[in-house]
């Protein structure tokens, strides 16, 4: 099974300030199957990122993603007030499909 | 546009079996792409469930063992999720979602509202 550990936990930003997400994986697998979803209080998560570097569909610009080994990050460039919420990363090429423990961006 | 719908019971008895369904529309599920289902216990992380493609290949999650099955109706255009002797540690908000491949690249791109599943007695 292949274990991503997002951190940090919490990232207390203000509006307009960058936020950077950190994801590592347990195992090296192909950046193809690497998303970013973000998971607003009371809603479902939603696809920010996949492949990860490509944004989904209607995802602004300010939402950028990287990869470096295992070392996978996503960038929001400058926050607005609804980008405070949780994101997870993913991997869903190899079940059991794992996700992260989440990030909470708080203002 | 494609949304996905879930359904079922909100109180599930324990050892009982938790059966919900997932309602497409906007794509006919017999066009391909896998069918999942993911879960988030109460101020936790998500998991996933397990996911089917065309019912005959379906994966779940090795830590749920043998309890989960995940089933299409083409007719219906929908999808079922059965999990068999319940704990509470099953209580969670399940989401059911697509998982598509785009040239070559896999996501979770579409995702249900959810729905409310706690087991007690």
């Known amino acids: 099974e292949i274990v991503l550990t997002q951190s940090p936990g919490t990232l207390s930003l203000s509006p307009g300030e960058r936020a950077s997400l950190s994801c590592r994986a347990s195992?090296?697998?192909?950046?193809?199957?690497l998303a970013w979803y973000q998971q607003r209080p009371g809603q479902a998560p939603r696809l920010l990122i996949y492949?990860?570097?490509s944004r989904a569909t209607g995802i602004p610009d300010r939402f950028s993603g990287s990869a470096s080994g295992t070392d996978f990050t996503l960038t929001i460039s400058r926050l607005e007030p609804e980008d405070f919420a949780v994101y997870y990363c993913?991997?869903?090429?190899?079940?059991?499909?794992?996700f992260g423990q989440g990030t909470r961006v708080e203002i | 546009q494609v949304q996905l719908q879930e359904s079922g019971p909100g109180l599930v008895q324990p050892s009982e079996t938790l059966s919900l369904t997932c309602a497409v529309s906007?794509?006919?599920?017999?066009?391909?792409?896998?069918w999942a289902w993911i879960r988030q216990p109460p101020g936790k992380g998500l998991e996933w469930i397990g996911s089917?493609?065309?019912?005959?290949?379906?994966y779940s999650n090795p830590s749920l063992k043998s309890r989960v099955a995940i089933s299409l109706d083409t007719s219906k255009n929908q999808f079922s999720l059965s999990l068999t002797s319940v704990t509470a540690a099953d209580t969670a908000m399940y989401y059911c979602?697509?998982?598509?491949?785009?040239?070559?690249?896999?996501?979770?791109?579409?995702w249900g509202q959810g729905t409310k599943v706690t087991v007690s007695s």
């Open positions: 906007g794509f006919s599920i017999s066009n391909g792409y896998y």
């Open positions: 979602a697509r998982r598509i491949v785009m040239a070559g690249n896999w996501a979770f791109d579409i």
């Open positions: 993913q991997q869903c090429g190899f079940s059991p499909f794992t």
């Open positions: 492949a990860a570097s």
């Open positions: 195992q090296a697998f192909s950046s193809s199957y």
């Open positions: 089917s493609y065309h019912s005959e290949t379906t």
